[in-house]
């Protein structure tokens, strides 16, 4: 199947600082990526979705301005939290689905990464 | 709204035995549904996934899933779990008409005892 790549796979971080994650597809095109948060014990809960050339599409309750997303070409997002606190402390996964927007194939999902803030 | 519950937060059997693990879901149109495995600190994998036509999906690792409409359910199964079965297992829901936006089960916990 299809190969996403997520890095870093795990960060340490101070309060205060900001912490970049990356997402590639490695052997395709994805107009669309989708980010998510998991807490310990929990399932995933999409916070994001990334749009190629164009603004994300944010999920209720989730801050924009902390979880900053860009999607600059057909095969990277990222997502950058700001001024990190301890309660931003989770395990966050990409997803990507090849093919065109519709034609739902699945997703692939990055390994996540894990991060801590102290 | 579409949503995906997992009655099973966490089950234990035994190596050898058989395995069944249930997701009911909540959809308005024909479902797109997948079965993910997670090890710990580890991404996710697909092991099956249903779009149409036959009911009864064929998997990795050994495993099946069979789609009923009528119940709404999307059980998946292994006639004979093995150690390495040990994870975390999350039944999704893809939504054609939100740009291929899946949504989650909360995830069943698999242990499996020697």
């Known amino acids: 199947g299809a190969v996403v790549s997520q890095h870093p796979s795990w960060v340490i971080c101070k309060s205060g600082t900001s912490v970049k994650i990356e997402c590639r597809s490695l052997?395709?095109?994805?107009?669309?990526m989708f980010w998510y948060r998991q807490f310990p014990k929990q399932s995933l809960m999409l916070m994001a979705t990334?749009?190629?050339?164009?603004?994300?599409?944010?999920e209720q309750g989730v801050e924009k301005d902390k979880f900053l997303i860009n999607h600059a070409s057909l095969t990277l997002s990222t997502l950058t939290v700001t001024s990190a606190h301890p309660e931003d402390s989770s395990f966050y996964i990409c997803?990507?689905?090849?093919?065109?927007?519709?034609?739902?194939?699945?997703?692939?999902f990055g390994q996540g990464t894990r991060l801590t803030v102290v | 709204a579409q949503s995906v519950t997992q009655p099973d937060i966490h089950i234990t059997v035994s190596e050898g035995a058989s395995l069944e693990l249930r997701c009911n879901y909540s959809?308005?149109?024909?479902?797109?549904l997948f079965w993910y495995v997670q090890s710990p600190g580890q991404g996710l994998q697909l092991l099956l996934k249903?779009?149409?036509?036959?009911?009864l999906v064929q998997g990795i690792k050994g495993f099946e899933a069979e789609f009923k409409r009528s119940q709404s359910s999307f059980n998946l199964r292994k006639p004979s779990v093995h150690w390495s079965d040990a994870a975390e297992y999350f039944c999704?829901?893809?939504?054609?008409?939100?740009?291929?936006?899946?949504?989650f089960g909360t995830g069943t916990s698999l242990t499996v005892i020697p």
């Open positions: 997803s990507a689905p090849p093919g065109r927007q519709g034609a739902i194939t699945e997703a692939f």
């Open positions: 052997d395709f095109q994805a107009t669309t």
């Open positions: 990334s749009n190629e050339g164009s603004k994300a599409t944010y």
């Open positions: 959809y308005g149109a024909t479902p797109y």
């Open positions: 249903y779009f149409s036509g036959d009911t």
């Open positions: 999704a829901v893809g939504a054609l008409n939100t740009g291929n936006q899946f949504y």
